[in-house]
């Protein structure tokens, strides 16, 4: 953000998923001190992002002597760390305001943007302000600023993500009806393997020929007499002896 007259703001927005499988506890070396931790998300807000983010992005300066202090210990909070340039260390070393917007896939977001949210809430009520935000007309529609943007925001996460997870299992099963051969040329070409396709299941076992339908026998009657078609030919002048001429 660039106002003329006034020093240049630099926002920096994240959104990480907290659900790590494996994160770093923040025990730090010897060789470079205390590091950042990925792994107190479940006791700690965004512990398991912003405090890495906060090191990725803004980095820190020297804390404490590696000559005399060991590493730093995270419970009592003695110790040293090494120095670390974050991504934005050459717009902090001009004098550039860097704020970071830490957001979690679950729809979590940092001290920093709820601070930010609360600010513009406070201006789109001043005296003077227009505020354009698109508010519900319902009953049940909320008409804070604060509450409206704030839970925009995370619906807007969680459902971005809901739809990352769909296209990912769609392309996985895209990806098992491929042909065995096409894996191995892509492979052979340099580019990534997909995942192997499963072996083919089984053929069934050979069914035995299908036997031809089996026309019903027509029942015998020893005496014509009880054979319904009799009459039926009576009617027409045929009669059941087969040696009777038909001319005569």
Same mark, same amino acid.
């Given at each position: 953000?660039?106002? @003329?007259?006034? !020093?240049?703001?630099?926002?920096?927005?994240?959104?990480?998923?907290?659900?790590?499988?494996?994160?770093?506890?923040?025990?730090?070396?010897?060789?470079?001190?205390?590091?950042?931790?990925?792994?107190?998300?479940?006791?700690?807000?965004?512990?398991?992002?912003?405090?890495?983010?906060?090191?990725?992005?803004?980095?820190?300066?020297?804390?404490?002597?590696?000559?005399?202090?060991?590493?730093?210990?995270?419970?009592?909070?003695?110790?040293?760390?090494?120095?670390?340039?974050?991504?934005?260390?050459? =717009?902090? =070393?001009?004098?550039?305001?860097?704020?970071?917007?830490?957001?979690?896939?679950?729809?979590? @977001?940092?001290?920093?943007?709820?601070?930010?949210?609360?600010?513009?809430?406070?201006?789109?009520?001043?005296?003077?302000?227009?505020?354009?935000?698109?508010?519900?007309?319902?009953?049940?529609? !909320?008409?804070?600023?604060?509450?409206?943007?704030?839970?925009?925001?995370?619906?807007?996460?969680?459902? =971005?993500?809901?739809?990352?997870?769909?296209?990912?299992?769609?392309?996985?099963? @895209?990806?098992?009806?491929?042909?065995?051969?096409?894996?191995?040329?892509?492979?052979?070409?340099?580019?990534?393997?997909?995942?192997?396709?499963?072996?083919?299941?089984? =053929?069934?076992?050979?069914?035995?020929?299908?036997? &031809?339908?089996?026309?019903?026998? &027509?029942?015998? @009657? &020893?005496?014509?007499?009880?054979?319904?078609?009799?009459?039926?030919?009576?009617?027409?002048?045929? !009669?059941?002896?087969?040696?009777?001429?038909?001319?005569?």
């Amino acid at each position: 953000m660039i106002r @003329f007259g006034s !020093t240049t703001t630099c926002w920096e927005f994240k959104c990480y998923t907290p659900f790590l499988p494996s994160g770093a506890k923040g025990n730090g070396s010897a060789r470079c001190g205390g590091a950042a931790s990925r792994a107190d998300g479940h006791f700690i807000a965004l512990g398991n992002t912003e405090e890495h983010l906060s090191v990725v992005v803004l980095g820190h300066p020297q804390r404490g002597d590696p000559d005399t202090e060991e590493q730093l210990d995270r419970v009592s909070g003695d110790g040293w760390v090494a120095a670390k340039d974050g991504d934005y260390a050459d =717009a902090l =070393a001009k004098g550039h305001t860097v704020i970071l917007l830490v957001t979690e896939s679950t729809g979590a @977001f940092s001290a920093d943007l709820d601070r930010v949210l609360r600010q513009l809430a406070r201006t789109a009520r001043a005296s003077g302000s227009i505020d354009h935000t698109p508010y519900g007309t319902s009953r049940a529609s !909320t008409r804070s600023h604060y509450t409206f943007h704030s839970a925009a925001i995370s619906a807007a996460i969680v459902a =971005a993500d809901a739809l990352t997870i769909q296209n990912s299992a769609a392309a996985l099963g @895209f990806e098992l009806t491929l042909d065995p051969r096409d894996l191995a040329r892509r492979s052979s070409s340099g580019r990534p393997p997909l995942r192997s396709a499963p072996p083919p299941p089984p =053929a069934p076992p050979a069914a035995t020929a299908a036997r &031809p339908p089996m026309r019903p026998t &027509p029942p015998s @009657f &020893p005496d014509p007499a009880l054979n319904p078609d009799s009459e039926a030919r009576a009617a027409r002048g045929t !009669t059941t002896d087969s040696t009777s001429d038909p001319r005569a």
